[in-house]
């Protein structure tokens, strides 16, 4: 509490130490949530910087692994987007496995370590700071006999101790500090499994009774919620995630030479860690000021006086109005930004007048929802990285499912009880929660989880686990994440509603949980399929059962909570719910079993038999969600706001649950008669398919349709008159009927199943026959160079024309996929500093020789290319006409020798430099005169080998000269035999097309 000047009644004798007040007060709530929203940033923080250091450290593990990998003829940045078909082929991903073991095991203990580390090194700090504080007061304090003032300040807070009945080890002591011993404010400390001590300069010994006791009561607060340790420890979460990753990126000092290397490759992750600790800042110091307002909200209602701080603290000035309240952004303009980041006790005036229910709004509003979503995608990557011990993250299901139930218990579980207490205090104020900002907060939380990548991870290693496997593909990616979190925090506001009891939240927190993660983990995988085919067809076929191969309880676990809820809080009214659930069942199952029945004998093939499954799934599933609209539209109470929507939904959700599974149980009821599929488990899957397709419609759909319905009822001219079930009822059979002929008809295409749909699955899949899932990366076929025909002097001097229209021939003969890029600006006739210098002057001498030489055209083209396990391989073609014809390669010779073995300045290796060298080979077999070389450049980088070849070839025809130049750079170790040879023979066939080219007549 903030100090006040010494009373002016300070010699007037001292009231009997009794006090009157209500002890049936409950205790201020402690904020559990923001607690661990804090703690679980410590523990990614922790991990982060755990992992930062390990790479910093050393590259053995990962040195080792690529090493492996090489080995194997595979590139390890071949493996890092979802298309790579490595990916595909079990006995490649095998191999890839037991290289990449080691090195993910020793990342996933490295992190868990510091997981476990940085919030323990927060603990101590906040022991040692109680400590500390203990020997200070043991120094300053005033003994209770010390004055008159004391002893009466001593008794008075007994009694509040023994009327609140704090006794045994929960009893605190009181001290009286002298004023140079704990400055000007009272506080409250402690240690874990000890008495705590509540401190008061002496000078507030001297305060009127009445004043006195507010000051009391509020340290007696925090003492009651049993969070003194909490917030001591929480106190030093904002200071220290980035110096702990500044000490974890320290080993980085042992290569001076890579400084801007480095820079660039841990300067988004270290970005990721500033942004996190100004969330944790924000975190801490607005769960401090809650505490604060929570413990004078305690202290007015034992006393029972409203106005019992204003004494104390003052009037509070006029505030500005609260714009933004409903997003939980009230006055949060740039200074008052950064003022409540460092801010851990609010101004006194601002404390005398506050909203008792501030806090309830402010913990269920735009910004905790927003960090509790970011929070928990930052969960999902982390826990999926370190899970993946004993394979590929990338490839492993299992690894993701658990991730993912991680992060969306970590999300439920603030969510659900803030957004509940939202609501309440909404209701208690006779108005209605807004829900706009808590889902906003949530949808931007997600996408900004999905998009960043884990803190301490190196852009060279690792861009982040939707980054590396949605390369290219980000903004779908981040768009289909964001309906999801719309769709599943709308349906989380509306069990958060009911959540009022223990038991109740619990089940409101588990059905949310598995809303998110069956969402999530769906949509996953249903990009990939789609990644991986680039057709729509894989969409539909794996929404229409995708889910149920992973996930399969997840929605009965859904329709179990909605129906929980929906009892709980009875927002749809049963007869109105009994006809429509009962008319969309009956309709749509017995128009999905007619569709199957009449068409089943016809079906000659898997594909026509996979279309009836879907199409009558279909069926049943648009019965549920007819159900959901129209009971949503039916609800109790009539026309209304979004929150009553809102609490709608659950009950709304479970009549369409209801009705899907009955639509199923029919639909299998009208297929049976026929004799075909009398078995138990043909009944689950009709019953689980429509379920399980109303479950992905409901989530894609909820926030527009609550919006529709919204602009429906506030633009409509004439009272709404309240639905009826004689009404709904004929409604709702119509709609289904009308969709069951219009999917059937195929007027629904984008919906419906394709009639290859089934085939074109089966043949993207790994177990395919005759499918090889690596082709992709083997080496392609060495290409066949055309003969020219024509009767033209290849020797003859070009124009630029003339030499462009004779490269295109690169075109024909490049491997598919290949990709032109633009040639970069010369170097100006810079030579680079080559040791020996020997080998700089026949550079140098080189260089001069073409510069002086006269040329009538100069034109290259250049690409890249994918030459098994290497993805970026370099390919320049080009010919350079002179007016004088060269003779030889004498300067060329003179290069190689002088070059056998060369240094060059490296700023990214560890020694500086890197080494390699000329070495002349076999020419190409051409009738004219020709030279190659093969240039090789080795180097470590941070511990990690590095090798980049050169193949040059050149040949002398007449005035012309045509070269070839293939780089191709790889890790670990030299590029494989095979890739060598297909790079000799497309050199050769490059040469020998231009060639042939250059005697046709133009």
């Known amino acids: 509490m903030p100090s006040t000047s010494m009373s002016s009644t300070a010699a007037v004798p001292r009231p009997p130490a009794t006090v009157t007040g209500s002890p049936a007060v409950p205790a201020p709530r402690r904020l559990v949530s923001m607690y661990v929203l804090v703690a679980v940033a410590l523990v990614l923080l922790g991990g982060g910087a755990a992992a930062a250091m390990r790479d910093a450290y050393s590259a053995r593990h990962a040195a080792a692994a690529v090493r492996c990998l090489s080995e194997q003829g595979i590139d390890w940045t071949a493996l890092r987007r979802l298309d790579s078909p490595w990916q595909r082929s079990p006995e490649i991903r ?97 240690l874990p499994f000890g008495a705590p001590r509540v401190v008061l300069p002496l000078g507030h010994a001297y305060l009127e009774p009445a004043r006195f006791d507010v000051l009391v009561l509020h340290e007696l607060a925090h003492v009651r919620s049993r969070d003194v340790s909490w917030a001591a420890a ?103 930004w950064l003022r409540r980041l460092r801010e851990v006790h609010p101004p006194p005036a601002v404390r005398a007048g506050a909203d008792p229910a501030a806090p309830d709004r402010w913990e269920g509003g735009f910004a905790v929802s927003a960090a509790s979503a970011l929070l928990a995608m930052l969960t999902v990557q982390t826990a999926y990285t370190a899970l993946a011990v004993p394979g590929l993250a990338w490839n492993a299901r299992l690894p993701l499912n658990l991730a993912t139930a991680a992060g969306s218990l970590l999300w439920a579980g603030v969510i659900v009880p803030a957004w509940w207490r939202r609501a309440r205090q909404a209701t208690a104020a006779g108005g209605a929660p807004t829900w706009s900002g808590p889902v906003a907060g949530v949808v931007v939380g997600t996408v ?20 590396a496997q949605f390369a290219g593909h980000l903004t779908l990616g981040a768009g289909t994440v964001a309906v999801v979190a719309a769709g599943v925090a709308v349906l989380t506001a509306g069990l958060a509603v009911t959540a009022d009891r223990a038991g109740w939240a619990v089940a409101a927190v588990l059905t949310g949980a598995a809303a998110w993660t069956t969402a999530f983990t769906a949509s996953i995988w249903v990009l990939v399929g789609y990644l991986q085919s680039g057709g729509p067809d894989r969409i539909r076929t794996m929404l229409v059962g995708a889910g149920l191969w992973e996930w399969g309880w997840a929605p009965p676990l859904v329709l179990l909570g909605c129906g929980l809820a929906a009892l709980r809080r009875r927002a749809v009214p049963v007869p109105v ?60 109470g009539g026309p209304g706001t979004t929150a009553a929507m809102v609490s709608a939904i659950p009950g709304a959700l479970a009549g369409g649950f209801v009705a899907a599974a009955v639509a199923g149980a029919v639909t299998f009821g009208v297929a049976a008669a026929g004799g075909r599929g009398l078995s138990v488990g043909v009944l689950l899957a009709a019953v689980r ?58 007027a629904l295409p984008p919906l419906a199943v394709g009639p290859h749909d089934w085939s074109d699955y089966l043949a993207s899949l790994d177990t395919a026959p005759g499918r090889d899932p690596a082709a992709g990366f083997a080496v392609p076929p060495a290409p066949s160079a055309p003969t020219g025909t024509g009767g033209g002097d290849p020797g003859r001097p070009l124009d630029a024309a003339a030499a462009t229209a004779a490269l295109g021939v690169a075109d024909r003969l490049l491997p598919a996929g290949h990709r032109r890029v633009e040639m970069e600006p010369g170097g100006g006739g810079t030579v680079p500093d080559l040791r020996p210098r020997t080998c700089r002057a026949a550079f140098a001498r080189h260089a001069d020789a073409e510069r002086a030489r006269a040329r009538t055209a100069d034109v290259a083209r250049k690409y890249t290319i994918s030459v098994g396990p290497h993805p970026e391989v370099t390919v320049t073609l080009g010919i350079t006409s002179y007016v004088t014809p060269v003779r030889d390669f004498r300067l060329d010779r003179e290069l190689t020798e002088r070059c056998a073995h060369l240094t060059i300045p490296s700023s990214v290796t560890d020694t500086g430099v890197m ?88």
């Open 94 to 190: 095998e191999r890839i496995r037991t290289c990449v073991a080691p090195n993910a095991r020793d990342q996933s203990l490295f992190m868990l370590a510091g997981g476990i580390a940085l919030p323990l090194a927060a603990a101590l700090l906040m022991l040692g700071g109680a400590v500390l504080v203990r020997w200070r007061l043991a120094r300053g304090a005033v003994p209770p006999a010390g004055t008159a003032a004391a002893g009466w300040a001593t008794e008075r807070f007994a009694a509040w101790c023994d009327l609140l009945g704090l006794t045994g080890r929960r009893r605190p002591r009181l001290v009286l500090s002298a004023p140079y011993a704990s400055g000007r404010q009272a506080f409250t400390t402690g």
């Open 234 to 336: 929480v106190w030093w979460t904002g200071w220290l995630s980035v110096p702990v990753l500044l000490v974890a990126l320290s080993p980085l000092a042992r290569w001076p030479r890579q400084r801007g290397a480095l820079l660039a490759e841990y300067l988004p992750s270290f970005a990721v860690a500033v942004a996190l600790s100004v969330l944790v800042l924000g975190l801490r110091a607005a769960l401090l000021r809650r505490r604060e307002f929570a413990a004078d909200r305690y202290a007015r209602e034992v006393l029972g006086d409203p106005d019992a701080l204003r004494g104390l603290l003052g009037s509070a000035p006029a505030r500005p109005a609260r714009r933004l309240a409903g997003w939980g952004l009230a006055g949060w303009g740039l200074a008052g």
């Open 448 to 467: 900004a989880g999905f998009l960043i990548q884990i803190p301490g991870q190196s852009t060279r290693t690792s861009l982040g686990l939707w980054q």
């Open 577 to 636: 719910a009994a006809w429509v659930i009962g008319v969309a069942a009956a309709t749509g199952g017995v128009a999905a079993g007619l569709s199957w029945r009449l068409r089943i004998d016809s079906a000659d093939s898997d594909d026509l038999l996979f279309v009836l499954l879907s199409q009558r799934s279909m069926i049943c599933a648009w019965a549920g969600w007819v159900v959901l609209a129209v009971l949503l539209a039916s609800r109790r």
């Open 689 to 746: 398919w429509p379920v399980w397709q109303l479950f992905v419609a409901a989530v894609l759909t909820l926030p527009v349709l609550l919006a529709g319905l919204r602009l429906l009822e506030r633009y409509r001219r004439r009272a709404r008159r309240p639905v009826t079930g004689r009404v709904a009822a004929p409604a709702t059979g119509l709609l289904v009927g009308l969709f069951g002929l219009a999917l059937v008809g195929g």
């Open 915 to 1002: 080494e390699g060298g000329y070495v002349s080979g076999p020419p190409p077999a051409v009738s004219y005169p020709a030279y190659r070389t093969d240039f090789t450049l080795t180097g470590r980088v941070r511990s990690l080998a590095g090798v980049s070849t050169v193949l040059s070839e050149r040949v002398l025809v007449g005035h012309n000269a045509v070269y070839v130049d293939i780089l191709l750079g790889s890790s670990g170790g030299p590029p494989s035999a095979e890739v060598l040879a297909y790079r000799d023979r497309l050199a050769e066939a490059l040469l020998l097309a231009v060639i042939g080219d250059l005697r046709l007549d133009r």
